[in-house]
């Protein structure tokens, strides 16, 4: 009964690119299942473990695969993935509420402000790629029910820009008070690699312009055909033909691109980064 309560066992899986320790093995326990689910039960840094029926052996895995871009699941018959029961995507004591993949040709702007779309109600039926910093074009976007809750006790908002796994922007905001959309301003910011952020820009918003960049955008330009603008961050959201620099008919979407100075880039000089997964998160 108490791996039923605790835990929730894959078959025929194993959890990969994660450090593990030995949990439990034959000469230590009765090598059986239940054994090692006690075992990990009784550890409190144990969060998942994976069990080899063949050899009657389980090793502790470091997170679960419900750890914002941890590791993956992979085929393996005689091996079982067992993790404890979880309902949030978590990076620490961050909880992930948002995350797109660049270029899926899916609307991050239109999953964001979807409230009908939840992808962690049940945590066991989500494309493990939708959580991982890296992705590819066929993940999907992800969007938490706390998107929809948005309570009071959250304190501070994560923004985050990833390329090919690395962390390349942080922007850190005062969320006390807030709702789903307006943690993303200046007034908020608290932390940013920005050292030119003095001074209000002209457009510091989630909804950016009313048109295709209308996610995440800080930039001085008041109007989207302004093609020399200086800006910090801007998300293409649909195929966007305005400017050279911009995406093109040919291209897919959406597209998150940022300065990869400490100041603002003019995006016509095209020295702008792009990255390939953007993430939000909350604490409380």
Known sequence: MLTQTFFKRLDNVLFTNTTTT????????????LS???????????SSYNYNS???TCTKNVGDIYTFGGGTLQSSAAIQYVGKIQSDVTDGAWILVYRAQAE?????????????????N???????SSISKTGDVTSSHYRSRWMNEWPSKISQVKFELYTQGQTV?????????SNSTNWFSYSRLIQSPFTDLTWPPAIFSSTGYPNTRRIFCITNATSFIDCTQKSW????DTVDTTCSWTSGATKTFPRFQYSKS????????KTQGLANVLATFIKF
Do not use: H, I, K
């Not at 049940?122 to 493990?128: A, G, R, V």
């Not at 922007?169 to 008070?177: C, I, Q, V």
């Not at 961050?233 to 293409?236: N, P, R, S």
């Open 54 to 56: 063949s050899l009657q």
């Open 262 to 269: 400490s100041t603002f880039t003019t995006f016509s000089t």
């Open 169 to 177: 922007l942080t922007l850190l905001f005062n969320a006390t008070g």
């Open 22 to 33: 030995e949990l439990c093995w034959r000469n230590r326990c009765s090598d059986s299942f």
């Open 233 to 236: 961050l801007l998300v293409e």
């Open 36 to 46: 090692c689910s006690l075992a990990c039960n009784s550890d409190p840094t144990c």
């Open 104 to 120: 899926n040709n899916v609307s991050a702007y239109g999953v964001y402000n979807n409230s009908g779309y939840v992808s962690d």
């Open 122 to 128: 049940d945590l066991s039926n989500l494309p493990l």
